[in-house]
């Protein structure tokens, strides 16, 4: 998670890429002074009205819940704006607040009137590497991902420490990454464990 103060807007900018050598990129983010900021599982729901009014404006409302390693639990809700690109960069306006129990916030947003839209999880190795945040992803059934996080600086300082092909790194969004997945593998991909359940039981059902 980056560094964000609650209730502060900040301004994320960020950009994404498939990870080939998970294990070596974290070597080498290491070996150049990365701090280890997170290890664990992240679990988040996207919420929205039963119309999509925030996805209509591009705007997103989540609750995130991060499992640590070492067993401590935290959460967050968060709001995103609409995307902008700028010069390259996904840039987004963001505000995210420490939440307590995920339960609560959950039935907090609910009994708001939002909806469950999306959900996302994954095993996460997060670094902070100078300015920038190093994020590395692996889910249920995708492409291992690296999103890079910062100013536009550091975020070209952490891609050349990384050592991955400048061009591989893009603005586009975690949909477009599965789509690609899907193209080059003829699998469908998986962003949660409820969706490799639920495909197991169809191919059951179908045998």
């Known amino acids: 998670m980056s560094r964000k103060e609650a209730r502060n807007s900040v301004r994320e900018i960020e950009l994404k890429a498939v990870v080939p050598q998970w294990d070596r990129c974290c070597r080498r983010v290491e070996k150049a002074g990365g701090k280890l900021v997170f290890d664990g599982r992240m679990e988040d729901r996207r919420y929205d009205t039963r119309r999509h009014a925030l996805a209509n404006r591009d705007h997103v409302l989540r609750v995130r819940v991060c499992h640590k390693s070492n067993g401590r639990v935290t959460s967050s809700i968060d709001w995103k704006g609409a995307t902008e690109y700028e010069n390259g960069f996904k840039v987004r306006e963001e505000i995210s607040v420490v939440a ?8 907090l947003v609910e009994h708001l009137g939002y909806v469950v839209t999306s959900v996302i999880d994954r095993q996460i190795v997060q670094y902070q590497l100078g300015a920038a945040m190093v994020r590395f992803e692996r889910y249920p059934r995708m ?7 910062g ?18 790194f893009t603005n586009e969004r975690l949909l477009d990454f599965v789509r690609r ?6 699998r469908k991909a ?4 409820a969706e490799l359940a639920e495909r197991a039981r169809s191919r059951s059902a179908n045998a």
Do not use: H, Q, T, W
């Open 181 to 186: 997945f899907e193209a080059r593998s003829g």
């Open 100 to 107: 307590g129990p995920p339960r609560d916030i959950n039935a």
């Open 190 to 193: 998986a962003l949660c464990e």
């Open 143 to 149: 492409d291992d991902l690296v999103e890079v996080e």
């Open 151 to 168: 100013s536009p600086i550091s975020i070209e300082s952490a891609i050349r420490i990384l050592a991955l092909p400048r061009a591989s």
